[in-house]
């Protein structure tokens, strides 16, 4: 469930200013839940994943399942999304980094490492899937020119 809350907060941090404005409102409501779960379904998957491949190589004693039960946990404060959302949507950035403090703070105490390693394992598994994401689109790259 709080996977699901942490997509409808990237969803709506994503629909930018106005790109909800052609919808009525049952298809605004539509856009939100659907885009929601896909983004809290892929984040939760890919980022857990992410985080249990570099927490072990850190050294940690958890499991891949403990580490996705960290992150889901740490997008509690995403629940007010909507109304931060409908209030003043750059708001979204301080839940954001609110979630964020709590991902480092949970890892840190799950896994009993300092803050600093705790850091250091989520900015290796953004790196790490950021280096994914570069190594698949240079492969595409590759084919789409090799094809033409």
């Given at each position: 469930?709080?996977?699901?809350v942490g997509g409808?907060?990237?969803s709506?941090a ?6 909800l ?15 929601g779960?896909a983004?809290?379904f892929?984040?939760y ?13 850190l ?11 960290v ?10 999304a909507?109304?931060?959302w409908?209030l003043w949507?750059?708001l979204?950035?301080l ?11 949970g ?11 705790g850091g250091?394992?989520?900015g290796?598994?953004?790196?790490w ?11 595409l790259a ?5 094809l033409?």
């Open positions: 469930m709080l996977a699901f409808v907060a990237v709506l994503t629909a930018g200013a106005g790109a404005d052609d919808l009525d409102l049952g298809e605004r409501f539509v856009w939100i839940f659907a885009s779960f983004y809290g892929v984040g998957w890919v980022l857990g994943w992410a985080l249990g491949f570099v927490v072990p190589r050294g940690g004693a958890g499991s891949g399942r403990r580490t996705r039960h992150l889901a946990y740490a997008l509690a404060p995403l629940v007010f909507l109304l931060v409908a949507a750059p979204l950035a839940l954001g980094a609110w979630s964020l403090a709590l991902l480092v703070v890892l840190s105490v799950v896994e009993r490492w300092s803050y600093a390693r250091a394992a989520v290796l598994a953004v790196v899937l950021l280096a994914l994401g570069v190594g698949l689109l240079s492969v590759l084919l789409r020119g090799g033409e």
